[in-house]
């Protein structure tokens, strides 16, 4: 829609305002064709900003996923512990291997 494109800044989600917005660009002799146009535009726009605030509460969940998975992983990494000799279990074979080769 041609009016609603070139002057999308002057129309808003209330009916009677784009009315007069209408009046103000356009010359629509039947009161029922503008009050056609004039409702396209209001459901338009409403559908738009909700579309938009859904976008917006849907990155905002991502966002906040993220932020936790980030935080998860960052607290079990400082977790993860390095096994040492003592945590292996020991077996007779593993008691005969001496812990320091080096001499």
Request: proline letters at 3%; aromatic letters at 4%.
């Amino acid at each position: 829609m041609e009016v609603l494109e070139n002057n999308k800044a002057d129309f808003g989600i209330n009916f009677d305002e784009n009315k007069k917005t209408l009046d103000g660009i356009t010359i629509i002799r039947s009161k029922s064709l503008k009050n056609k146009i004039a409702g396209y535009i209001t459901r338009f726009l409403k559908h738009e900003v909700l579309d938009k605030k859904k976008q917006d509460e849907k990155l905002a969940k991502q966002t906040k996923l993220d932020e936790e998975t980030s935080e998860n992983l960052d607290s079990n990494a400082s977790e993860v512990k390095t096994p040492t000799s003592s945590d292996v279990p020991q077996t007779k074979k593993t008691q005969e291997i001496p812990e320091n080769t080096s001499e």
